[in-house]
């Protein structure tokens, strides 16, 4: 078993306990407890997990819903580098489903002020009043409007989306594992990214390098969903191959 196979399964195994033990670990994967101390260790430092005598427990956080103006000021040079990298996957006239994550909304920025006779469907109350004057057309998702996270969701926001079928869908998640595929901490946005996806011609993952190696409480779904995944920093090799597989191509500043 690889390193970051049981990394992803120490992570399940605190999800499904909420607690976990150094020896138990050590047993259950067949390694010494100091690999799993040395795994505590770098999930403590993540976020993930907060290490106490004899094991760790699960941080608090990690399946937390921040308010959309929190998560606005989160890596917001590093969402602005991966908004121009964003720039050449669209094209004039294209169609586009976009969710509320923070990262689509300052790629939205550079694609209205490149691009002509856009159509863009969001369930973003943010997108939707930043960008009511931008000459593009917009269509909102409709729904029950959530106060923190600007965003509508609900029943009437899946039957929007799952009237359109576009050229592009451009999200972001909350974290990105080889083993667990995508996943994020709201449910009911969660939902909306699946149906975006699959009504997309093609399918754009907005991630910073924060996100990579990590797990979120809510299942998206996995690699091979998705076209491209636009990021600020190259990617480990270890990475780059495992998307390779997946025929997921890469975007990051070529200074990277």
Known sequence: MKAFERRDLVINELY?????????????????????????????????????????ILNAHT?????????????????RMIAACLLELISDGDSVMTDTSTTAFEGLRRIVEDKKNLTIITNSLAVLSEF????????????????????????????????????????????LSMTGGLSDSNEAETELKVLMQQQ??????????????????IRLFSFDKVDYIVTDQRPSEEWIDFLSKYQVSLLYPALQ
């Open 16 to 56: 499904r306990h909420k607690k976990v033990h150094v020896a138990d670990l050590a047993q259950k994967f067949g390694v010494s407890e100091e690999t799993i101390r040395r795994d505590l260790d770098r999930l403590d430092k993540e976020g993930i997990a907060k290490k106490n005598y004899g094991g760790a």
């Open 132 to 175: 009511q004057h931008s000459g593009q057309k917009l269509i909102s998702t409709g729904g029950i409007l959530g106060p923190e996270t600007s965003s509508f969701v609900g029943p009437t926001a899946s039957q929007t989306i799952l009237k359109y079928n576009v050229d592009v869908a451009i999200f972001s998640c909350k974290a």
């Open 63 to 79: 399946n937390e819903d921040p308010s959309y103006s929190h998560r606005h000021q989160v890596n917001i040079e590093a969402k």
């Open 200 to 217: 997309a011609n093609k399918v754009v993952l907005l991630a910073d390098h924060s996100k990579f190696d990590r797990i979120a409480f």
